[in-house]
């Protein structure tokens, strides 16, 4: 995946403003040091500076973490692949927004989360869980298929509140909290909201695809769509998400 930053803080600001409220959940305190994995470009990294802690924001995207360093030079960004990295040091919390749907390889970065967390330490996550876009993703494939496309989504992975519990436990997390609920997103431009999104967050959708016919799939999954996802003048996402607490065992 092959982020632009700019026009993710940009028009897909969404991501992270609604972030702002599982700050609230971690609870974040004076001299804690906390990792937020997946940080992007930085906003949340900042906001959980704010409240006293001492952060790091790690991700693996270089045009994220230069657009968070340029945001925020002040703060710790590290380039790395979360199921892999390796810190020095552990962490009383991990924080992760909008970010684990992305890691396929559920049980390599939980193992990773429970390495580089202290004894007691807390993980606090949001993302994408069982059902979450499918409205747009079926569209997106049922439009390709039609023009001779036979594409999967193999690189998210929406989990459902089961699922992701029993990989927790299974790596020495006990869970506290699994909730899986419905949020609409309000996306930013009224007239180009869905396709601003598809290409945004779903370009591996196109690998292969000719620019012709890439241009007549967004067509069609928004007119195909728009009885459902527009409503009162502007373009909805249909978001479902697992929200996650955990601690280190």
């Not at 994408?128 to 876009?133: C, I, Q």
């Not at 390709?144 to 509140?161: D, K």
């Not at 690998?207 to 928004?222: F, I, K, N, P, Y």
């Not at 007119?223 to 998400?241: H, M, Q």
Request: hydrophobic share 40%; with cysteine; aromatic share 12%.
């Amino acid at each position: 995946m092959q982020w632009n930053a700019d026009l993710y803080t940009e028009k897909h600001a969404f991501v992270f403003q609604y972030g702002a409220g599982l700050i609230d959940v971690l609870n974040p305190q004076p001299g804690e040091v906390i990792l937020d994995l997946g940080c992007g470009s930085g906003e949340l990294t900042r906001q959980i500076a704010d409240r006293g802690a001492t952060v790091m924001g790690l991700d693996a995207s270089e045009p994220m973490l230069l657009k968070a360093r340029q945001q925020f030079p002040d703060l710790n960004f590290q380039l790395a692949d979360a199921t892999r990295f390796q810190l020095p040091h552990r962490f009383d919390a991990i924080f992760s927004n909008a970010t684990l749907h992305w890691i396929t390889d559920s049980e390599a970065v939980v193992r990773q989360m429970h390495g580089h967390l202290k004894p007691g330490g807390r993980l606090v996550a949001e993302f994408g869980g069982k059902g979450n876009v499918q409205q747009i993703t079926d569209e997106v494939i049922r439009q390709l298929g039609q023009r001779g496309y036979n594409q999967t989504v193999s690189w998210w992975y929406f989990p459902s509140v089961g699922e992701y519990a029993s990989v927790l436990e299974k790596h020495g997390f006990r869970v506290q909290l699994a909730q899986h609920y419905d949020r609409d997103t309000l996306l930013d431009d009224p007239e180009n909201g869905l396709i601003d999104w598809i290409e945004q967050f779903g370009p591996n959708f196109f690998e292969g695809v000719s620019a012709t016919d890439r241009a007549a799939v967004l067509e069609a999954t928004r007119a195909a769509l728009k009885p459902v996802l527009f409503r009162d003048g502007r373009w909805y996402a249909d978001y479902k998400r697992l929200r996650v607490i955990a601690v280190r065992q």
